[in-house]
């Protein structure tokens, strides 16, 4: 297979840019197979013939990853699983497929700025748990990038909350085209892990509409099945039993209707729980191990009868949880769902598209001239991660198969020039052309990890670049980190994130020139931590921990984080507090250049209902094909709040052959000019000028024009 995959890259490598300079598919919402209305009928029918110990074996799970079943009802179990990029492998799954794809992570196809890519990525995934017999996909993890040190910023999206919306709009009819459900979590603010259980979030009404719950808004706009709240706090209770979170704001103000579940023993009042809203409870029940039994008997089904007796709640509000788990359930027409294993002829297929994910994802954010590598002369191949391949850990993990690391993927594209060396001498370094060292941090659920590097891999760096001018780092991360040791030592920079199983292929592919690279930064990467506007989240005398052993301890004191810089997230904040980071959020090269000229707009529109077509053409004046990323951002000139000095709230990513000029064509309506007004409860334009900044990143505006909403 990996031969197979290796002749097919170069092949497709024209035909999966091709696909970027097609327009934005018109989005069209997923709709369930049974409407909302027959399926509730349906469900009160079934709801109506159980028993009341029977409905209260569906209010949590059962055997850790299932629901509960009613043989006599024709309730069958359902199966769920992790995560978003990828069907996490556990014993009763490897039994049935054998395998499952390893997807880049989704920070990786965050980074494609590729909405179509994002449903093929998506709908592969939901044909996995298709053939596995998986009822519901644990993810799409829609969190935002707050901070870098986050353990599982890899999982999501990015820092913004409209390159974020349109990628997971996507994600979710891609999954649920498949007939598979998918979850939007962690609802919500869960944006690090550090003692994430014992974390209180405070946040603002305005804060939380304009950069927190835009992406679940989308998620849950495009049809999504299923929500997952979160395991901390948010004003001073737990998401999970929070009636203001999820009876509030998820019920109520996103208009969200089907099934909302917990977090993995992240509930911890079954009276709240019950009367939050929330519909199932997960895992349900203890797995006897002591270190879960140590939390307690928490579990809903546990208490239930006691507390109706008690009259603490009444049936309703247990037949009120039922309905909406049955309703979701036939409504996707769950019950009668087996495996399918007619999905197992297209990993082929999935495994393509996870190629093509890479190609479009890695990020070139700096190149002195050396790239692309010639394969006629030597290159070097080292560090930590150039012998493994890397990837997110916790319940995200996926297992992959015909794993191919960087050295293998090199001496694949360059051949016998391509050396690997872990321990490369002096001679060695400098008798080679370049050198590509392999760097990366390990991130995953459960805990942070630093902003630093290890002490060791930073001087590596340094000594690898003392002997050989011609470094190329390649990283491997779900989130910024510190090089502002060595930036200006190296001659070249990519960032791979975490590629999947076979995404070293599209690494080397661009090293070599065979693949141009169009990934744009989803995030900030700043030059310290301390220049971050969430630096100051772990209490003073606390030191960071990488590992899992306080993630249960909810003994721990509850540890308040004030979201203190409101609005003003990821690019928004240096911008607004004049900090230059070291690479800003939607920065990437290419191995050609791009011109943007011709912004034609008009010079008024309405505030009342604005509508702003505009277009701008794009050139591509270099001598390689390529692909562009155009971005819009949009400057309110005065308001009356603080406001981002401009916001992300258009894109369009286009191929352009050598010379090729097109014209990119934009319509801007209401929500690209208008902010939340906490007091008003309600999204306000006011009158006044607006900027439109068309460009290439956050930093690079190459165009601008003034619009005038009267």
Not at 76 to 103: C, N, Q, W, Y
Not at 439 to 452: L, Q
Not at 648 to 662: D, H, N, T, V
Request: net charge neutral.
């Amino acid at each position: 297979m990996k031969k197979l995959l290796f002749a097919l890259s170069v092949v497709l490598v024209i035909s999966c840019n091709k696909k970027t300079d097609q327009q934005m598919k018109t989005f069209e919402p997923f709709v369930p197979p049974v409407s909302y209305e027959q399926a509730d009928s349906t469900a009160r029918e079934l709801l109506g013939k159980m028993t009341l110990e029977e409905k209260i074996s569906l209010l949590g799970g059962h055997n850790m990853f299932y629901t509960s079943g009613i043989e006599r009802l024709g309730i069958p179990p359902l199966l769920m699983s992790d995560a978003t990029a990828g069907v996490r492998m556990m014993d009763h799954i490897r039994e049935r497929i054998g395998k499952s794809t390893a997807f880049p992570c989704p920070v990786a196809l965050a980074a494609t700025w590729n909405p179509n890519l994002a449903y093929q990525y998506a709908r592969s995934i939901g044909e996995e748990c298709r053939a596995a017999g998986i009822h519901i996909l644990l993810g799409p993890g829609v969190n935002i990038y707050r901070i870098s040190q986050n353990g599982r910023n890899f999982e999501y999206f990015g820092e913004d909350p409209y390159l974020g919306a349109r990628m997971v709009e996507q994600y979710v009819t891609g999954v649920q085209s498949t007939g598979v459900i998918a979850t939007l979590k962690h609802f919500l603010c869960n944006n690090h892990e550090y003692h994430r259980r014992t974390t209180n979030v405070l946040v603002d009404d305005r804060t939380l509409h304009e950069i927190y719950l835009p992406i679940f808004k989308a998620g849950i706009d495009a049809g999504a099945m299923a929500v997952m709240t979160a395991y901390n706090q948010v004003r001073g209770e737990y998401c999970g039993q929070s009636q203001f979170v999820i009876s509030d704001l998820l019920r109520k103000q996103l208009g969200f209707k089907w099934l909302v579940m917990s977090d993995w023993w992240s509930t911890f009042d079954p009276e709240k729980t019950i009367k939050s809203e929330l519909d199932l409870e997960m895992p349900g029940e203890s797995t006897g191990e002591p270190w879960i039994d140590a939390l307690g008997d928490i579990y809903v089904k546990s208490h239930a009868k006691r507390l109706l007796e008690a009259g603490k709640i009444s049936e309703a509000d247990i037949d009120r949880m039922v309905r909406s788990f049955l309703r979701t359930a036939i409504a996707m027409d769950l019950f009668n769902k087996k495996p399918d294993t007619t999905y197992l002829a297209k990993f082929d297929d999935h495994e393509r598209i996870a190629l093509n994910t890479a190609r479009e994802a890695i990020v070139l954010l700096k190149n002195n001239g050396i790239l692309p590598l010639s394969s006629s002369a030597r290159i070097i191949v080292t560090g930590p991660n150039a012998n493994t391949v890397p990837a997110g850990q916790g319940s995200a993990f996926v297992e992959g198969y015909n794993k191919i690391t960087l050295a293998e993927a090199m001496t694949k594209v360059f051949g016998a020039n391509a050396v690997y060396l872990e321990k490369p001498s002096s001679e060695d370094l400098k008798n080679a052309r370049a050198v590509v060292i392999n760097i990366g941090t390990a991130d995953s659920e459960g805990y942070d990890r630093p902003f630093d590097l290890p002490a060791e891999t930073e001087q590596f760096i340094m000594d690898v670049a003392s002997h050989n001018p011609n470094v190329v780092v390649v990283v491997n991360s779900g989130g910024g980190i510190n090089m502002t040791r060595w930036i200006d030592r190296v001659a070249a920079l990519l960032y791979a994130f975490y590629p999947g199983q076979i995404g070293n292929i599209a690494v080397a592919e661009i090293l070599s020139g065979k693949v141009n690279p169009s990934g744009k930064l989803p995030f900030t990467i700043e030059r310290n931590f301390a220049d971050s506007p969430g630096a100051g989240y772990i209490p003073a005398g606390q030191v960071m921990e990488h590992n899992w052993n306080n993630d249960l301890n909810i003994k721990l004191p509850i540890n308040t984080v004030s979201y203190h810089e409101g609005v003003f997230v990821g690019y928004r904040w240096y911008e607004s507090k004049n900090i230059e980071p070291l690479f800003w959020f939607g920065h990437g090269l290419s191995y050609t250049t791009f011109a943007l000229s011709n912004l034609t707009a008009p010079k008024t529109g309405t505030a009342a209902n604005p509508q702003i077509e505009f277009s701008v053409d794009v050139k591509n004046t270099g001598t390689m094909a390529g692909a562009e990323v155009v971005q819009v951002y949009v400057e309110d000139v005065e308001a009356s709040v603080p406001r981002p000095k401009k916001e992300l709230k258009a894109f369009r990513k286009i191929f352009l052959q050598p010379g090729e000029k097109q014209t990119v064509q934009f319509t801007l309506g209401k929500e690209a000019f208008a902010f939340y007004d906490a007091a008003k409860k309600e999204w306000v334009v006011e009158p006044g000028e607006f900027v439109l900044h068309v460009g290439t990143s956050a930093k690079e505006i190459l165009q601008k024009q003034s619009v005038v909403l009267k």
